[in-house]
């Protein structure tokens, strides 16, 4: 969210959060929501104008013949399964550009956004060393933040009782250097929380929206953040699994097997 709406939720996450999440938790109030409304940005869904573009009045008439196709009607994604599993995280990913959006995707949902010293764990054995000597510092910084916020301690697991799970939705990708070894990857993704006697949250985090770059190094794919590759870099169109634009400009929803 933006300027004074993103403020104005700040400002109620904060009064709300500290000192109140465990009486919410308890009385089966928004889990997920106290704990995860900063962790993240959403693009929201795809503009009216970009569900239309490319209408059949504008096209030659064998265009206007093809299948309309969007994220939830196109082709899924199926991802490659992970080697083996290390300090937390999959491994064993190909050096193929499919090797990428799977480490991307199993990264995402495997990481321990609430737990400091696992997200730790997982950063220093997936980060490139030549990525920012801040860059899991910067992480994990958020992680504790987000858990302050949520009247935690700043260093600890999650609460007791509580699960969480990550589940990415669709991802966009493209390679930002001229041998298809560095790609960034955009994954648009839910957040889940399940209480201990197995309620699941009524208001999960969804429709989040955030990234990822990758380098091949050291025989498997690394996260980075080198500046030549960030500036090489974009962002998307709004992710909407219902919307033409959304297929046009490279989304590609994920198949969970």
């Known amino acids: 969210m933006e300027g004074t709406d993103r403020k104005a939720r700040r400002a109620r996450l904060g009064l709300a959060a500290i000192g109140v999440l465990l009486l919410t938790v308890l009385a089966g109030g928004a889990v997920t929501a106290y704990l995860l409304a900063d962790s993240g940005g959403s693009t929201g869904s795809a503009k009216s ?11 030659p008439s064998d265009t206007s013949r093809r299948p309309k196709l969007t994220p939830e009607t196109g082709e899924k994604v199926s991802l490659p399964n992970p080697r083996g599993q290390k300090d937390g995280v999959s491994t064993g990913f190909a050096h193929t550009t499919y090797g990428a959006y799977a480490a991307a995707v199993y990264f995402w949902e ?3 956004f609430l737990d400091d010293q696992k997200a730790r764990q997982q950063l220093d054995a997936v980060t490139s060393p030549d990525a920012s000597s801040d860059y899991a510092d910067e992480r994990i910084s958020e992680v504790r933040k987000l858990r302050e916020k949520a009247g935690l301690p700043p260093s600890g697991g999650a609460p007791a009782g509580i699960t969480f799970t990550t589940s990415v ?3 966009n990708a493209w390679t930002v250097d001229d041998k298809g070894d560095v790609i960034q990857v955009w994954l648009n993704y839910d957040r889940y929380a399940t209480k201990a006697d197995g309620e699941p949250d009524p208001a999960p985090l969804k429709d989040r929206t955030d990234n990822v770059i ?7 794919w690394k996260l980075t953040d080198e500046r030549k590759y960030r500036k090489e870099g974009g ?3 709004s992710y909407n699994p219902d919307a033409r634009a959304a297929w046009q400009n490279g989304w590609r929803q994920v198949r969970h097997d």
């Open 214 to 220: 990758l380098k091949w190094q050291d025989g498997a």
């Open 49 to 59: 104008e970009e569900k239309d573009a490319g209408d059949s009045h504008d096209k």
């Open 235 to 237: 962002q998307p169109v």
């Open 110 to 112: 495997e990481y321990a």
């Open 169 to 171: 939705n669709a991802i």
